[in-house]
């Protein structure tokens, strides 16, 4: 089976860093991919760490530790059109497993 | 440009009807997913299929079938429309990967949002 976990929701400010977590149990464990959705709008590819360590996409990195059944998303600069949602995406045996997603909220 | 269409963005049922989701992806993709989503259980896989005519349940396929009789075409049937399946109704898409460890990258349609009376 497989369980995942993330925080509900995180508020940050403009052209802060902000990281949101997902630890994860799942057997038989191939990576960790991300996607970002916005309100009304379809989930969207943002990154896949197939292997340890940190992958740098612009302004988003994403980390993942095998060994710790942890990973993390790193959005630095801030700003207002981040505010979405951010799902952690473990793929099974078959298909991917989405959580219920981290809720971001960007302040001036 | 890749593209997964839905044949509505809402959708409005009487409990007991007969209800049909229509995905089609223009990308080749041989995978092909619906999800629904509700607030706080993010996104729970329905069914999936990964070639024509094949199926496999995902989480929570109770009161749904699917249809696959195209490649590009993937459908979600409700048998008999409950108010409990008044919800976001996604579809994905993806190319071929598998146990081997590859995971590929899902393109999702805009989804529908179905309300059952």
């Known amino acids: 089976g497989q369980s995942l976990e993330q925080p509900s929701e995180v508020t940050a400010v403009e052209g802060a860093i902000v990281q949101i977590n997902c630890t994860y149990q799942t057997s038989g464990f191939y990576g960790l991919s991300w996607y970002q959705q916005h309100d009304g709008g379809a989930p969207t590819f943002l990154s896949y760490n197939a292997l340890d360590g940190l992958e740098e996409t612009g302004r988003f990195s994403s980390f993942l530790s095998r060994s710790d059944s942890y990973g993390y998303l790193l959005l630095q600069e801030l700003q207002m059109k981040d505010s979405a949602s951010y799902f952690c995406?473990?793929?099974?045996?078959?298909?991917?497993?989405f959580g219920s997603g981290t809720r971001l909220q960007v302040q001036p | 440009d890749v593209k997964v269409t839905q044949s509505s963005r809402y959708l409005v049922k009487r409990t007991g009807e007969k209800v049909f989701l229509e995905c089609v992806q223009d990308m080749d993709h041989e995978n092909m997913f619906w999800y629904r989503q509700d607030p706080g259980l993010g996104l729970r896989l329905i069914y999936f299929s990964y070639d024509v005519k094949m199926k496999e349940k995902g989480d929570i396929p109770e009161g749904y079938s699917v249809s696959r009789e195209k490649k590009e075409r993937f459908s979600l049937i409700l048998e008999s429309a409950s108010t409990n399946q008044t919800s976001m109704y996604l579809c994905?898409?993806?190319?071929?990967?598998?146990?081997?460890?590859?995971?590929?990258?899902?393109?999702f349609g805009p989804g529908t949002r179905l309300t059952v009376l």
């Open positions: 995406a473990p793929p099974g045996r078959r298909a991917l497993t």
């Open positions: 994905a898409s993806s190319s071929l990967g598998g146990s081997g460890g590859d995971t590929d990258t899902q393109y």
